[in-house]
């Protein structure tokens, strides 16, 4: 059970216009291995609601299976919560928003969940548009069962046991333009001062906002081989063996200009090279988006920013036709018109 913060906080916090402070949208101790990239995302999402005055009580945060799906725990603690199924996420949030849109949704997902088994759940998603904020944090492995290879991981990189993947990878960012997504954009977890805003946008967006955020592993891909390591074990001929004791880690930051490209030390002394997007990049072209992807990524680099956002997209209710007022607010009488009435709206049906 994940172990509640201590109530102590320091005196001088700034509240917000709701005169709450940073720890008031905090959640449990993280269990998560020290240095996960998971937990600076975390911090980032601790710093959005913050920053945006959303109540807590206002807050549905959902998941699924995975470590990625743990991190819901780790913030916002007074706010509503469900820990779903293996991939089931996507499928959970669109009946919560059915039933009550005045809520603010996040899912948290990783790219075992979302890319693999609950891949179908997640194309739903974006094709009805639910009004959400979906975060996949992206490390390319499956953490809790020992390090596989998802279906993120790059062609050619080898696991922590020396396998060679030889699946091509499924780029999140590229199937959520190709599904018609209206909020597209990717981060780099140690990047706070990037995924902060991107996290703050999406939050405000009107529709399905998909963010994916890149989140090293540091416990099964601190090896040679690995395009996402924090470890070149090989490279220093030492033998691998499993990871019973991970120790403690700095996280990794970054900060980079707008338009600029920067390589990212990882902690093994490999690195990972990001371009943020310029300031001039349009957003709403989703054409461009995609070559852009399929442009730098003959080059080795990985874009980030906000690819494309739709602005004018019609969202789940709009397409529905749902009330204005949520369907949990609705009276008994008006949701239950009794048989006559429900017996002419199927009329409307024939």
């Known amino acids: 059970m994940p172990s509640p913060k201590p109530l102590v906080a320091h005196p001088h916090l700034r509240p917000n216009a709701l005169g709450l402070t940073l720890r008031d949208y905090e959640g449990s101790m993280s269990t998560l291995c020290a240095g996960c990239g998971h937990d600076s995302i975390t911090a980032a999402i601790v710093r959005a609601f913050y920053e945006t005055d959303t109540p807590p009580h206002m807050i549905a945060k959902?998941?699924?299976?995975?470590?990625?799906?743990?991190?819901?725990?780790y913030f916002v603690g007074g706010a509503h919560g469900f820990n779903s199924a293996h991939g089931r996420m996507p499928s959970i949030a669109t009946g919560a928003n059915a039933a009550n849109r005045s809520l603010t949704y996040i899912g948290i997902s990783g790219d075992g969940d979302s890319l693999s088994i609950g891949i179908g759940q997640l194309v739903h998603a974006i094709r009805r548009n639910v009004d959400m904020l979906y975060v996949l944090e992206n490390n390319g492995v499956?953490?809790?069962?020992?390090?596989?290879?998802?279906?993120?991981?790059?062609?050619?990189?080898?696991?922590?046991?020396?396998?060679?993947n030889a699946q091509p990878p499924i780029d999140p960012v590229s199937l959520a333009l190709e599904l018609g997504a209206t909020f597209?954009?990717?981060?780099?977890?140690?990047?706070?001062?990037?995924?902060?805003?991107l996290l703050k946008a999406g939050l405000a967006h009107k529709g399905f906002a998909f963010i994916d955020v890149i989140s090293p592993c540091v416990t099964f891909n601190d090896h040679a081989g690995s395009t996402k390591s924090y470890a070149n074990t090989r490279k220093k001929l030492l033998p691998v063996v499993a990871a019973d004791f991970v120790?403690?880690?700095?996280?990794?930051?970054?900060?980079?200009?707008?338009?600029?490209?920067?390589?990212?030390?990882l902690h093994d002394g490999s690195q990972v090279r990001l371009r943020k997007l310029h300031e001039s990049w349009d957003p709403t072209d989703r054409q461009r988006a995609e070559q852009e992807l399929e442009r730098h990524r003959a080059s080795g680099e990985v874009p980030t920013g906000l690819f494309f956002v739709e602005t004018s997209g019609r969202d789940m209710h709009d397409v529905a036709g749902t009330t204005d007022v949520p369907l949990v607010e609705v009276p008994f009488e008006k949701l239950c018109p009794g048989k006559a009435a429900l017996d002419e709206l199927q009329k409307s049906f024939r």
Not at 142 to 164: H, P
Not at 248 to 259: K, L, N, V, W
């Open 62 to 73: 959902l998941s699924g299976i995975g470590c990625s799906s743990k991190t819901p725990t």
């Open 142 to 164: 499956y953490g809790l069962t020992k390090g596989q290879f998802s279906a993120s991981a790059d062609l050619g990189t080898k696991s922590k046991r020396g396998e060679t």
């Open 184 to 197: 597209v954009a990717r981060a780099f977890s140690g990047d706070k001062a990037q995924l902060v805003p």
């Open 247 to 265: 120790p403690p880690a700095q996280e990794i930051t970054a900060e980079y200009a707008p338009g600029s490209v920067i390589s990212v030390t």
